[in-house]
C-alpha cells in the first residue's frame, strides 16, 4: 500500500508541477503578447493627446473635409465612361465622388454592387451622386454580372472608352479553414473572374482592383518554441509578431492556404493574381493594396472606426498594437492614380502594369489605443473599453474555432449543437495575427510615374479622417435625437453576413 500512496503522490507532484510550468509559460506568453518590439515602437505616433483631438475635432468641424479640399491632387479627368463594381461601399463610393469632382458626366458613371448607394450627409460633389446610374447585380454571379456590365449607355458617353475599378469584395476576417473557404472564393476569387469577364466583353480596356494589403500578413506564431519567449533580447517576440505590409510577396509564388493568416487573405490574394495575370494591350491591369484596414466611412460601415462606434463597452486586448491605416479618399485617389497610367494604350508594358500597390495614410502608424481614445474623447455616444489579457482572448479564440469547425465537419454536430452567433463567432486565431503589429509601406507607390510609382501621396492624415468620421458620427446622432429616433449601422462584416445567407455559400460552416 506504501508504495501505491508513494506512487500516487509522485503522480500528483508531477501533475502540480506540469500545471504550475504551463501557467508560468502562459503567464509570459501574455506578457510577451503585451508589449511592443523596440523597432515598433521607435516609428509610432502617440501624440494623440486629448488637448490634440479636440482641438483637430474643433478644425475638422470647422473646416469639413469633402472632395472640394483635395480636388487638386485628383488626377485630371479622361475622356471615359466607368463601371465601379462595390461602388456604393466605401472605397468605390469615395472612387464615385472623385470621379464627379474631377469633371466626369453623372452618366458616364455606373454603380454595380449587391445593393443600393446609402450615402450620409457630408458635402462632397451635390446632387450629382444622385444622378449616377445603379445595377444590382451578385458578382458571384457570371449571368448577373454580365447583366449589369451589359447594359445600355446613354448614347453621348456610350463610345467612351471604359474604365473597371473593382472593389467589390465580402470582408471575413475570421475564418482560416479550408471548410470556411467556400464563401470568400465565391465572392472574391470567382466573383472577381467573372468581373474580368464581363469586362473583356464590354470592351473595357482599363481595369483596377482593390486587393489588400493583409495578403502579405503571415499567421503569428504563438505557439512556436517555448523557451524563445522567457529570452530578454528581441527574439522573445514569436515569429511574424510585427511585419511589414508591402508588395514582395507579389514575387514569389503564391504561399500554401496556411501561410496566410486568414480565408480572406488567401481569396484576395487569389484574386489579384487573376487581376494582374490578365494585363495585355488590350485590356490593361493591376491591383491597389489598401493598408489594413480601411475607415472614413459616412455611414459608420466601417469595421476600423465605425466597429467601436457601434459599441458602448468593447473588450480589447490589443491597444498597445501598432497598425497602419489608410482612409477611403487615400485608397480612392491611388486607384485613380493607376488607371492615370493604365489609360495610356501602350502602358501594357509599363513597370506599373500587372502589379499591385500598397497605399496607406501620409503618416506614422499609430497604437490602437489612440483610435480608442479618440472614440472615447469625441464620441456624443457612450464608450469605454475593457481590457481582456491577450492569452486568454488567443485560447477563447481557439475555442470558438474548433466548436465551428466541429459545425463544418460533422453534420449531426449542426443538427445537435446550436451554432455560435454574433460577433462571438468572429473571436477566432486568424483575429489574433491582425491584432498585432502591422506596418504598412508605400515606398514603391509613392516613387514618381517616370520610376515605376504611382506617384502617389495621401490626402488625409489619420488623425484627420478618424475626426472627421466622429464629426459625421455625432451629428448623425445629434439629428436622429431631435427626431426621437435610434441609429443602427451595419459593419462592412454583417453585410457579408447578409449576402452569406441570401446566397447559401457556406452557410453550415460559419
Known sequence: MSVAVADQHAILLAVVAIGLILAAHLARLNSVLGGTPSAIR??????????????????IQANPITTKTYAGRIPPKLNRRYIVTGGSGLVGDYIVQQLLQRGQRPDSVRIVDYR???????????????????????????????????????????????TVFHTAAVIVPSDRSKLTYAFCEAVNVKGTQHVLDAARRAGADVLVSTTSASISIRPVEFWGAPWKIWSRSE????????????????FAPLRAHDGYYSNYAVSKAAAERIVCGANSPGLRTGCIRPANGIYGCSNFSDNTVGGPLNIEL????????????????????????????????????????????????????????????????????PFQTVHVPPILMLLVCHAVEWYILLHARFPLARKVLPPITGDVKHVQPALSSICTHLVASNAVAG????????????????????AQEMVWWNHAHASARAAGETKVYQSSVSLAEEIQRAAGVGANAS
Not at 448 to 463: C, D, H, M, N, R
Open 314 to 381: 468593447l473588450p480589447e486586448w490589443s491597444s498597445h498594437s501598432v497598425q497602419s491605416f489608410v482612409h477611403g479618399s487615400n485608397a480612392a485617389i491611388a486607384h485613380l492614380d493607376l488607371e492615370a497610367v493604365l489609360a495610356n494604350p501602350d502602358s501594357s508594358a509599363a513597370p506599373q502594369a500587372g502589379r499591385p500597390f500598397v497605399v496607406t495614410d501620409p503618416n506614422p502608424p499609430i497604437p490602437y489605443g489612440s483610435l480608442y481614445r479618440l472614440v472615447g474623447t469625441l464620441a456624443d455616444t
Open 42 to 59: 521607435k516609428i509610432a505616433d502617440n501624440s494623440w493627446s486629448r488637448t490634440l483631438l479636440l482641438a483637430t475635432y474643433e478644425r
Open 235 to 250: 527574439s522573445r517576440w514569436p515569429a511574424h509578431y510585427w511585419q511589414t505590409l508591402d508588395e514582395r510577396d507579389f
Open 116 to 162: 443600393a448607394p446609402r450615402r450620409g450627409k457630408q458635402p462632397h460633389v451635390g446632387d450629382l451622386a444622385a444622378r449616377v446610374g445603379f445595377v444590382q447585380a451578385d458578382i458571384s454571379s457570371a449571368d448577373s454580372t454580365d447583366l449589369a456590365f451589359s447594359k445600355p449607355w446613354d448614347p453621348p458617353v456610350a463610345s467612351l472608352p471604359l
Open 447 to 466: 516613387q514618381p510615374v517616370a520610376a515605376g510609382g504611382l506617384g502617389y501621396s495621401g490626402v488625409v492624415t489619420t488623425l484627420e479622417g478618424m
